[in-house]
């Protein structure tokens, strides 16, 4: 059962990022947007039966809740922890669970991939950590010709700087190795 090392304010107001002493996964991300999507992950389905959870969001030893902007936050993280606390450690999940999850966009021809594997690596050394630290990630969705079609994730999914000023700068990082691509949050 995680024990709860730290809890973060993240750059959106209305996430928080809770760090946890053991993992929750093990290089597994979980990223749900509502209780529909949570209905087969006991921990998220859990955590969007809490009055004003909007986002659920964990990967490794943490994790980011998103609310409506409605809730008082220590009051919210109190009804949060709870659940947090009684979720089996990544050591008890099955090895099924684990290898049931893939991270491959389908229907890539190997010149695309080949694109998309450069691509993840710039963003997994100059972009992911940051968003990472502040709670979020993205998701690498869709390259089509030159548009690449990305999707926050976690404490990014609703923050304000991530479709103005992270998606440009994304771009921007990008283009330096394919200088015709459009980036896209979807």
Known sequence: MPKIEEIEDTPNPNAKKFTLKEPLTWGVTRSYENAEQAQDDALAAELFDIEHVTNVFYVDRWLTVTQDGEADWPELVRKIAEPIRAAPAADEQSAATVAAATTA??????????????????????????????????????????????????????????????????????????????????
């Open 105 to 186: 966009i389908a229907g890539l021809s190997s010149e695309n991939q080949q694109r998309l594997d450069k691509i993840n690596v710039l963003l997994d050394e100059q972009i992911r950590p940051s968003l990472q630290g502040d709670g979020g990630d993205l998701d690498v969705v869709g390259l089509d010709g030159n548009q690449l079609s990305i999707h926050y994730q976690g404490a990014c999914g609703t923050c304000p700087s991530s479709i103005s000023g992270t998606l440009s700068a994304i771009e921007n990082l990008v283009q330096s190795i394919e200088p015709d691509i459009e980036v896209m949050a979807v």
